[in-house]
């Protein structure tokens, strides 16, 4: 039993040492440390070639502790189809996906965009004299006469 116990610590010992290398690694080249760029990293840094395995890492408190710590924190996704509930009624399948596509995008990007179909709106007003456009708060409304 004391075999097995000291083989069993041995190993432990192993991957955090790994671990600890390729947390290492990944900082030196400045590349966000993530359970499986962890992972990729040790199979290059074990001896037998065949590494770390995420569930490993999480398993072991000493490997966890090290990831934890090194890990930026996880941006939250953000929930589409609650957001654009509260401000379009009844979206359809394909303002999802729009939404979707649009979250990609920088706030900057976002501005141009709107600026741009604003103009849009404007020269529509100007050369149709029978509809109005106004600005209700939160978004802009078309209203045909």
């Known amino acids: 039993m004391a075999g097995l116990k000291r083989s069993h610590q ?19 080249i400045d590349s966000p440390v993530t359970l499986g760029r ?3 990293i040790s199979r290059e840094l074990s001896d037998t070639g065949i590494g770390i395995s ?18 930026q924190p996880v941006r ?4 589409v189809g609650r957001l654009l ?29 709107i ?10 007003k100007n050369r149709m004299g029978s509809c109005a456009i106004g600005f209700s708060g939160k978004i802009w409304v078309y209203n045909h006469l």
């Open 38 to 40: 962890i992972a990729r």
């Open 10 to 28: 041995q190993r432990r010992n192993r991957s955090v040492t790994i671990v600890r290398r390729a947390i290492s690694r990944l900082q030196e």
């Open 115 to 124: 600026i741009a179909v604003e103009r849009d709106w404007l020269a529509r």
């Open 85 to 113: 509930n509260s401000e379009v009624e009844r979206p359809t399948d394909a303002e999802r996906r729009r939404m979707h596509y649009l979250m990609r995008l920088t706030k900057a990007e976002l501005a141009a965009r």
């Open 76 to 79: 939250r996704r953000r929930t």
């Open 54 to 71: 995420e569930s490993t890492i999480l398993r072991n408190p000493e490997c966890r502790q090290l990831y934890e710590e090194a890990a």
